[in-house]
């Protein structure tokens, strides 16, 4: 597993911004390097340890479902040997494993969220009023029910430090205009219906899961960023799954709950993690990458 890295220092290329969990550099005027760290984000907050290996874990795991998606969608990865990036041996390994290089896009303004199951926000919505984003439900479900089909549920995207917001699909025309916005949708649900197929197999439930996208220069649909990773999505064991509680998790939910437990505002700056908190987080992260991509 490779050193952790809570924040990359790479002199020879132009640092653009750092995200909440990658930084990003310039690579020319058409090209990223994006360097996924061992930062952990939690309620739009960067936490002040990192989680050791999670940047190689994401990066892993999202370079897996790019490949397996690049039938339904192109994606932003360009086929360009890090070596050819950073030539520099020293500055190469510090983020060997967990830096990949893409296509320059224009990043759409939402948020491509797919519920397949009631849990979190949409939880809460449904109980306020048996809809979620919008979206009516049948009456009487349960914490954690799978729903009768995944739906879309898209939000804003959020500043570092700033909260996303859920909106319904008539707002996401008009930030986007209805045909991108019937596309993302159509497209966000058939990646998730694929994936979660296949996650399935392997002994995990995909419960809900968040993707973004981009264009071209030609106008084109592009998936970017990361796809269906512990970061992204709530992964959950099919073997202990039971309607009616909150599922364990192969995510950072874990984190969530533990940071729900104590006196905190959720505002930065965000709290210090136990230990024993760090290595079983790390712990999930590894696993949900094996049981995947082995």
Known sequence: MPDTLYESNIKSLPLLVRGKVRDVYAVGDDRLLIVTTDRLSAFDVVLPEPIPGKGAVLTSVSNFWFRLTRNVVPNHLVDMPLEEVLPDAAERA??????????????????????????????????????????????GLQLADRLPEPIFTPSTKA??????????????????????????????????????????????????????????????????DEVLTPDSSRFWPADSYRPGTSPASFDKQ????????????????GPHLPADIIARTADKYREAEVRLTD
């Open 254 to 269: 874990f984190v969530r709950d533990y940071l729900e437990s104590v006196d905190w505002d959720k505002t930065p700056p």
């Open 94 to 139: 510090e983020v060997e494993g967990r830096a990949v290089v893409v296509k320059k896009l224009d990043a759409l303004p939402v948020e491509a969220i797919v519920r397949g199951y009631l849990i979190g926000s949409g939880w809460k919505d449904y109980q306020r009023t048996g809809t979620v984003c919008g979206i009516g439900l049948p009456a």
């Open 159 to 224: 500043a570092a430090g700033a909260h996303d917001e859920n909106i319904d699909f008539d707002r996401t025309c008009e930030l986007i205009g209805a045909a991108l916005a019937a596309q993302v949708r159509d497209v966000s649900l058939r990646i998730y219906t694929t994936c979660a197929a296949y996650a399935l197999e392997r002994g995990i439930i995909i419960a809900d899961t968040k993707f973004e996208f981009g264009l071209d220069a030609e106008g084109r649909l592009v998936l970017i």
